[in-house]
């Protein structure tokens, strides 16, 4: 059974930074693809980043170049660098992931999910 299990949240100041983890179990990340997605109060759930099995990095528009994901293979560990927040980053944000070849961008495309962590940027 695949488990993801995000930390990591908190809140912040505009310009601060923060590093979530999503710790899997029952898949090894190396191996597939790995997403975050984050859902604002009112909002559809939105694509933030993600990485394909064989290590290409996507982003979105709004996060490039703020964001940056990554994995540590040893610990089965997938992480969203978040640098330069703003209150706009403001929201829950979650770890996913699905056997996927390629990345979708819509979350309904996601099998597994993990329960979010809060990430809330004050002005």
């Known amino acids: 059974q695949v488990q993801l299990v995000e930390s990591g949240g908190g809140l912040v100041q505009a310009g601060d930074s923060l590093r979530l983890s999503c710790a899997a179990s029952?898949?090894?990340?190396?191996?597939?693809?790995m997403a975050w997605f984050r859902q604002a109060p009112g909002k559809e759930r939105e694509f933030v980043a993600a990485?394909?099995?064989?290590?290409?990095?996507y982003y979105a528009d709004s996060v490039k170049g703020r964001f940056t994901i990554s994995r540590d293979n040893a610990k089965n560990t997938v992480y969203l660098q978040m640098d330069s927040l703003k209150p706009e980053d403001t929201a829950v944000y979650y770890c996913?992931?699905?056997?996927?070849?390629?990345?979708?961008?819509?979350?309904?495309?996601?099998?597994?999910w993990g329960q979010g962590t809060q990430v809330s940027v004050s002005s």
């Open positions: 996913a992931t699905d056997s996927t070849l390629y990345i979708p961008r819509s979350w309904s495309e996601w099998r597994y």
């Open positions: 029952g898949r090894t990340v190396s191996n597939y693809a």
């Open positions: 990485v394909s099995w064989s290590s290409v990095t």
